[in-house]
Every structure is written in C-alpha cells, then in structure tokens.
C-alpha cells in the first residue's frame, strides 16, 4: 500500500465516518473517544470496541485489507489536526487479540509441505512465534476480517471463469485479481494455510509459477504431475494470446498505412504494406492453430474432471497429454517460430524493402485496395474486423494459397486426433 494516501480517498473516508458516528463532530464525546486509554481493560474496551469497528469498516469501504497504521492515525481521524492518543493502543489490541496481522505472522506460500505441517503443528500446541507489533506502527497492517472477506472475494471471481471443482492459474494471473503484490502474498497465505490453496511451480526453460486453488468448500489435493503440465499449458495460452495482441496491433496498424499510402497515390509503398498485412495474417494463423491444440487439450482435461472421479480425470488428463503429444519442447519452438515471423517492424520492413516491384500491376494493387477500403468503410469496429486467418498469404503479387511449413514430427503428430493441422 503506498505510505501517500491520496486526497479523494481521504474525503471519501471523512464522508463516511461522519455518516457512520452520528456524534463525530460533538466535541465533548470526541474529546473522551481521542484521549488515551488507562486503567483496567473493562474501563477502556467499549471506546476500544468502536475504534475497531470503525477501521474495519473504512477498510471495507476502500476495498483493502491492508493498512498503513500511520495513515490510519493520521489521516483517517484527523480532526482539525487532532489525532487520536489511543490508536496506537488500539492496534496493538487488535494485534493482540488477532484482528491484525502483520507479514511475519503470514505462512510463505513458496516454502515446502514440511514447513507448512510443522506450522499448523506449532499453532495447535500454542508455541508458534509471536512478533511484537510494539516497533511495527509504521508498516503495513493486515486486517483478518478484511483478508479473508477479501479471499472470499478471489474464489469468486476465479469461480466465474471456471467450472471446475479446482482451477489452476499462473502467479501474473493470481495478482492481476488482487489489488497489488502485498495483497496477493496475503491472500495467498491465508488461502495456503486454510488448506484451500496450494502454490507450485515448475523449471522448464522458462521458471513458471502457479497456484492451484479449490472452489468448493473442500480442501485442495496435492499437486500431481498432471497439475505441473496444465499449469504449463496454461502459461503457454496466455504467451500465445500476448502474441496475437501484438499482431493484430501491427496488423491494424500496416493495413490503415496501406490505405492511407493508396489514398496519396503511392501505390508501391502501398503494396508493400499490403504485403505487411499477408504476412501477419499468415502469423496469425499459425498461432491461432497452435492456441486452439493447446485449448482442446486443457478442454479435455477439464470434462475429465467434471464427469469422472478425480483418480480417473488424472488418468485421463494425462492420457490425453501423450496422445496429443504436447510437450515442453514442441512448445517453445513453436513460440520460438512465431518470434521469429513478428520480431519487429523494422526487419519486416527491411526484408519488404528488398521486393522487386517490377511485375506488379495497377490492376492487382486496385483490388487489394478495393477490399480494403470495404472493410475500412464507416471506421469498423475492431470487433467487426474479419478474421485474419481467413486471408490469403501472397507471392510475388499474386494471391496464393497459404504453403505449410514443415513442423517437428512430434507437433504434427499432436493434433492428429483432433483433425488440426500445424502450419
């Protein structure tokens, strides 16, 4: 959480413990809610009661389950420059009473089973350790009602994209669904430590991270052999689509040149980027076939687990993987060769800038650009735009139909079953 808390969020607290204390701006009761706390608890705790309630509340109100203690005395209860003497009394009882955690009291979801069982077996037998909050008031605190409403929250939104009993997502994915890093660690760690998730990750070629979390009430199994591919299999879709968002983008963006280069009369730079537009669309394609590939095995996985028992669905999965033959390698190859086909605008343009345009005829360059002026026609939305795999790659000026590469062995023989074919 950034130690600068910005002035809408501060009005946006103001605004809401007015409404929520009906008697904040009387001053004799403010004065005795702001005093320090003394005697016996009994004497202290319902001021001591309120204070909590209300952090907990303005905390729900932002959205967050982590604080920063000096803003909460600082900011959210400055009254004409006055703060309250007892909140660092009442963070303290909050800490005290388990209200409040702070990051060394959180189980590091990155360490092994081994560590996780000694734990849960020191926190049962009451000998876990204990940080003292005492020379903690300037860091992050973490609210418990706050994080696990918030892990409520992240169960939802993984449930609504997945019909599954469990799901497996990569780390980027986990934190793109929190707030921020701090947050996701936090969530993490509480979901870990309630057995409702598990953290793994793989070495390949590339480090890869992942979380396997349960939707469902029960707990989450460990992590099988099965799991480690799909979690490969996964990274490798979401690298997949990040190659497409980028085509596209030079897709659309070679082919609005290509029409503005009609428009002015330049027709051979005008062809050039026409050419631009086949071989991306040809990119496209060879992405889109392996994306699907990769698609149709996690589908099969997930119906395995849906319509079998867990045993079966692992059995099944797996089985499914070796048919199909998908593996790390025949993965970053292909991702190699789809890099290699977009590594940037410039050795594209230089590689066009070598063409001969000689045999190029007015009547070829007319057509393309007549297509393209319907397409363009009215600004069409982007989610009009026709699929790229649909256009047709040319040579030497002509349209032809798109050549297959050839592809590993193993590749070729990884859909074979689902009737796709590597281009």
């Not at 092994?112 to 992050?140: A, C, E, P, T």
């Not at 048919?323 to 890099?339: A, C, G, R, S």
């Not at 345009?357 to 397409?375: A, R, S």
Request: glycine residues 4%; proline residues 2%; contains cysteine.
């Amino acid at each position: 959480m950034d130690s600068s808390f910005p002035a809408a969020a501060s009005s946006s607290v103001e605004e809401l413990v007015r409404r929520e204390v009906a008697d904040w701006d009387d001053e004799v009761v403010c004065n005795a809610r702001f005093k320090a706390f003394s005697g016996q608890r009994s004497d202290w705790e319902p001021s001591f009661l309120f204070w909590r309630d209300l952090i907990i509340k303005i905390a729900r109100h932002l959205g967050v389950c982590i604080i920063d203690a000096s803003e909460v005395k600082n900011v959210w209860f400055s009254r004409g420059g006055l703060t309250p003497l007892c909140i660092d009394h009442v963070l303290r009882e909050m800490h005290t009473d388990g209200d409040i955690l702070l990051k060394e009291d959180l189980l590091d979801p990155t360490s092994g089973r081994l560590y996780m069982v000694l734990r849960r077996v020191g926190h049962l037998i009451g000998i876990s350790k204990s940080w003292d909050l005492q020379g903690n008031l300037q860091n992050h605190l973490i609210l418990k009602t706050r994080l696990q409403e918030r892990c409520a929250d992240v169960i939802k939104i993984l449930a609504e994209s997945h019909w599954t009993s469990t799901c497996i997502v990569t780390m980027g994915s986990f934190q793109s669904i929190c707030k921020s890093p701090d947050e996701a660690f936090a969530i993490l760690s509480h979901l870990c430590e309630c057995g409702k998730a598990r953290y793994f990750s793989i070495k390949k070629k590339d480090f890869i991270e992942g979380v396997k979390v349960s939707l469902v009430s029960a707990s989450v199994l460990n992590i099988s052999s099965l799991d480690c591919d799909v979690l490969h299999l996964i990274c490798t879709t979401e690298k997949l689509q990040q190659q497409l968002d980028v085509i596209d983008k030079r897709w659309e963006s070679s082919r609005k040149m290509a029409l503005s280069s009609h428009k002015s009369g330049n027709k051979q730079v005008a062809y050039r980027y026409i050419r631009q537009v086949k071989l991306f669309s040809e990119s496209r394609a060879k992405c889109i076939s392996f994306l699907e590939r990769v698609e149709e095995v996690l589908g099969l996985i997930a119906n395995a687990e849906s319509t079998k028992k867990v045993s079966e669905a692992i059995q099944i999965g797996a089985q499914a993987i070796k048919e199909n033959n998908v593996t790390v390698e025949e993965v970053y190859t292909h991702l190699q060769d789809l890099e290699e086909n977009v590594a940037s605008q410039k050795q594209v343009d230089d590689a066009l800038a070598t063409l001969q345009y000689v045999d190029i005829e007015d009547e070829d360059v007319e057509e393309e650009f007549k297509k393209l002026e319907e397409e363009l026609a009215g600004d069409t939305p982007k989610s009009q735009t026709p699929h790229l795999q649909n256009a047709e790659p040319v040579e030497d000026g002509v349209p032809k139909e798109v050549k297959s590469q050839e592809s590993p062995t193993s590749l070729s023989k990884a859909m074979s079953n689902l009737s796709l074919e590597a281009t």
